[in-house]
């Protein structure tokens, strides 16, 4: 027994040094110097670059985090809210000392490829290192150029508000060890190269899998769930499942819906409201044509999926659902019909819309409450927006209404309870 007990103690400091030196271990490399950067201040300056950088930048999102409301566009200051606490994010404009002036293309590289900082600290993955890894050197190169490019903004970063222990940066390196793995996009040669765009765009720079998948306790996307959907976790909303096959989120929508929702915020089978109505506002609107259209041949070509498991039945389900059908009459069917088709252009249908049948209803509830408002673009400048019902309906009607919708027509989702709409009657906006 002294013996067994002498091992154990043994293995136990030995863990505990290894620990101790993994976590004080330095990572990634010395800061590079502009002198030393194999990027050259002069090739940095090629328009050509810049303009691509421009584009690049555009289809990753980087200003929605990287720009405080009413700020400087790039200049950060913007708190991101998570599970965990808010992250603040930082000044991507070329400040040498609030910004990034003074990192240079391999402190950018460690930092979008790695995430790791300059002064080799991890970085949090609220920064989506974990879909930027995939990107390659060359258009890492052409986004670092244009941002260099930008007009530099004195803005000092804001604090993170991250409660303990998750405020000790360190220990991210366990994190990391559990849930990061580097690597460039490799094409795959059994696909088309528009196929491969697609791939590379939505695993990569688009990081679309950062939203729509669920995520673990320690706040890391499932392996397992790619793109199948999920709570955006201390955001209240629902991003779905992205296959367009059986069972999937966005079964029986075709290539051609998907580009529209990306390019205007509307198509035929659905309209973008809350964070995505950002991200089309923001980003996919402006993107070229071609690289919308290879986003959706990737994503139509994604696996079909499991039926999902039915949703627990309140007690009085079905008096909601009769109950739910008068509100709908009285409230929604000017707009979207009595049959739930909506007007084409105007109002979305709801006979088989995604965000009225994913699995927790989350979307739906959120809409009746705090109303739908869909991105302007350019294609559709002035579009329908749906106002908020969370002052004229109770708790108990919200879910009557929602369950309604739900179950009508060709929809079978299941019923929602009035605690479910109390969860989200109170949340605040972002």
């Known amino acids: 027994m002294k013996r067994l007990l002498r091992v154990l103690s043994l293995a136990f400091v030995l863990a505990l040094v290894l620990l101790t030196c993994w976590l004080l271990h330095p990572l990634g490399h010395v800061p590079v110097s502009h002198g030393e950067s194999a990027a050259s201040e002069a090739s940095l300056r090629d328009p050509a670059l810049i303009a691509r950088g421009a584009a690049l930048a555009v289809a990753g999102d980087c200003a929605a985090c990287h720009t ?27 400040d040498r000392t609030t ?21 080799r600290e991890p970085l949090y993955p609220a920064f989506p290192y974990t879909s930027y890894t995939l990107l390659t050197r060359d258009d890492a190169l052409a986004i670092y150029a244009y941002l260099q490019s ?9 604090p993170n ?19 990061f793995r580097e690597g460039t996009y490799r094409p795959d040669p059994k696909r088309t190269a528009q196929w491969n765009r697609g791939a590379y765009l939505v695993q990569g720079l688009a990081h679309c899998n950062e939203c729509h998948a669920p995520r673990d306790a320690l706040g890391a996307v499932m392996p397992d769930r790619f793109l199948a959907g999920g709570e955006m976790p201390a955001q209240h ?29 509307q198509s035929a089978r659905g309209t973008a409201f809350g964070p995505m109505a950002d991200v089309v506002r923001q980003s996919t609107q402006h993107m070229d044509d071609a690289d919308l259209h290879a986003m959706a041949d990737y994503l139509s ?55 009225v049948v994913e699995p927790g209803a989350i979307n739906a509830i959120r809409m009746v409450l705090l109303g739908g408002f869909a991105p302007s673009t350019v294609a559709n400048p002035r579009p329908y927006s749906m106002p908020p019902y969370a ?37 605040p906006e972002d």
Not at 99 to 119: M, N, P, T, V, Y
Not at 150 to 158: A, E, G, K, S
Not at 411 to 417: I, K, R
């Open 99 to 119: 910004g990034l002036g003074d990192w240079s293309f391999e402190d950018f590289w460690q930092a979008l490829h790695s995430g790791i900082g300059r002064q």
């Open 150 to 158: 930008l007009q530099p903004v004195h803005r000092t970063d804001i």
């Open 237 to 265: 909303w629902y991003a779905p499942d992205l296959s367009t096959q059986a069972n999937g989120g966005l079964a029986g929508w075709h290539a051609q819906d998907i580009v529209d929702l990306l390019k205007t915020g």
């Open 301 to 355: 070509m994604l696996p079909s999926r499991q039926l999902p498991a039915p949703s627990p039945v309140p007690p009085d389900a079905a008096h909601l659902v009769q109950q739910g059908k008068d509100v709908y009459r009285q409230r929604c069917a000017d707009c979207h019909g009595a049959d739930g088709h909506g007007a084409p252009g105007t109002y979305p249908s709801l006979d088989g819309n995604v965000s």
């Open 161 to 179: 508000e991250l409660a303990f222990p998750y405020s000790i940066r360190r220990l991210l390196v366990a994190w990391r060890a559990l849930h």
């Open 68 to 94: 405080a409301q009413g700020g400087v566009p790039f200049a950060g200051g913007r708190l991101l809210p998570t599970p965990f606490g808010s992250i603040a994010t930082t000044n991507l404009t070329p």
């Open 391 to 427: 002052q004229q309906l109770d708790d108990a009607e919200v879910a009557a209404v929602v369950s309604y919708i739900r179950q009508a027509w060709g929809n079978h989702a299941g019923a929602v309870s009035p605690q479910d709409v109390g969860r989200y009657r109170h949340t």
